[in-house]
């Protein structure tokens, strides 16, 4: 009788182990597509607006470092003409080459051109609210 209770023991701990073996459960694989488009209707539009602005920031960025380039590009002749405008006394000439120049350079040394025989405290504000 020992012996059969045994031999059960033992049947019973091989379908034990088994039944556990059954239960592991197998890992699901989800591709993004997959991922995107279980969200629903709600997770789509989120997805949509996270990619349209996400094209928007690289389009500033880019705009924002093709515009920075170009104003960071400095003509080595301006302050030389500039400077040789000013002392011959051809002040209409210096202001007229800064109006042809796209610069923020330019832009600030005709608002000072436009403020000689002002104080000089007049003329750096004038510069500060140009630049």
Do not use: H
């Amino acid at each position: 009788m020992i012996k059969s209770l045994l031999l059960q023991i033992n049947v019973a701990a091989d379908s034990t182990s088994t039944a556990v073996q059954e239960i592991v459960p197998q890992e699901k694989t989800l591709s993004i597509w997959e991922l995107v488009s279980s969200g629903g209707v709600g997770g789509g539009i989120i997805m949509i607006t996270l990619l349209i602005l996400s094209i928007l920031a690289v389009y500033i960025i880019v705009e924002r470092f093709f515009a920075i380039r170009t104003a960071s590009k400095e003509d080595v002749n301006f302050m030389n003409q500039i400077k040789d405008f000013i002392l011959d006394g051809k002040i209409d000439a210096a202001k007229s080459l800064c109006k042809t120049k796209t610069s923020p350079v330019a832009k600030m040394i005709e608002k000072g051109i436009s403020r000689i025989g002002k104080p000089l405290s007049d003329i750096g504000t004038a510069v500060e609210n140009t630049g």
